[in-house]
């Protein structure tokens, strides 16, 4: 479904066929909302981001639309994750940073502040010039006009885009009353949603071992 056909959807979800209730900037709004969310608690997009190693540089700069990292290959194998905390213990005596070779390990910042990813040790003359392949689950691209399609207009999505129209319409229901039938109703939406979300993760079994995270709006929880 492109945009339009997805509010469409909501609206009637939301009893609102003729788009009185909320307008229909609103109902662009969750929807963005919906699909970002989606990617977040689904983790069924994701990409390949390529980088190549240059001499004495271990920072690189994490793609836009980095969330979440899948996997870190260097020159075919794959790098474990470590943390500043974890290497300052183990280097009571001398910088960390300053350690070079062939890279074992990475660290990720995705705050904008840094956004990067590190590599430790620091990579040195003899690996200048290989490739590293960062695997990422990746935020979806915005919908910015009633014919864009969600979630990077993946034909494999195409199966989950009801979710999105149930989870815009249950953000929204928010703001009405919350009578024993609205409440009712937006159970229903969730559900739809959560079990979009589960088939997601059933059929491409990214993320079997992490649990599920929800937000409403800007709040997350776990």
């Known amino acids: 479904m492109i945009r339009s056909e997805l509010r469409a959807l909501a609206s009637k979800f939301c009893e609102d066929p003729n788009i009185t209730k909320f307008t229909a900037d609103k109902y662009n709004d969750s929807l963005e909302k919906a699909q970002q969310q989606f990617s977040m608690d689904s983790k069924a997009l994701y990409k390949d981001q390529s980088i190549v190693v240059a001499i004495d540089t271990a920072a690189y700069a994490l793609a836009s639309d980095f969330m979440l990292e899948k996997e870190v290959v260097f020159n075919g194998l794959a790098l474990l994750p470590i943390s500043r905390a974890t290497l300052q213990v183990k280097k009571t005596e001398e910088r960390w940073d300053d350690d070079k070779g062939t890279p074992k390990y990475y660290i990720i910042d995705p705050e904008e502040g840094r956004k990067t990813i590190t590599l430790y ?69 969730f559900a739809i949603y959560t079990a979009k979300v589960a088939e997601a993760i059933q059929t491409f079994g990214n993320t079997k071992s992490e649990p599920l995270r929800f937000h409403v709006g800007n709040v997350r929880t776990r």
Not at 142 to 155: F, V, Y
Not at 162 to 186: D, N, P, V
Request: contains cysteine; glycine residues 2%; aromatic residues 12%.
């Open 121 to 189: 040790p620091t990579p040195d003359n003899v690996d200048a010039g290989t490739s590293l392949v960062l695997t990422y689950y990746c935020f979806p691209t915005a919908m910015t006009s009633d014919s864009s399609i969600p979630l990077n207009s993946s034909t494999l999505m195409v199966q989950f885009h009801i979710g999105l129209a149930a989870y815009a319409s249950w953000l929204l229901m928010f703001y009405l009353t919350q009578t024993a039938e609205i409440q009712a109703k937006r159970n229903e939406l």
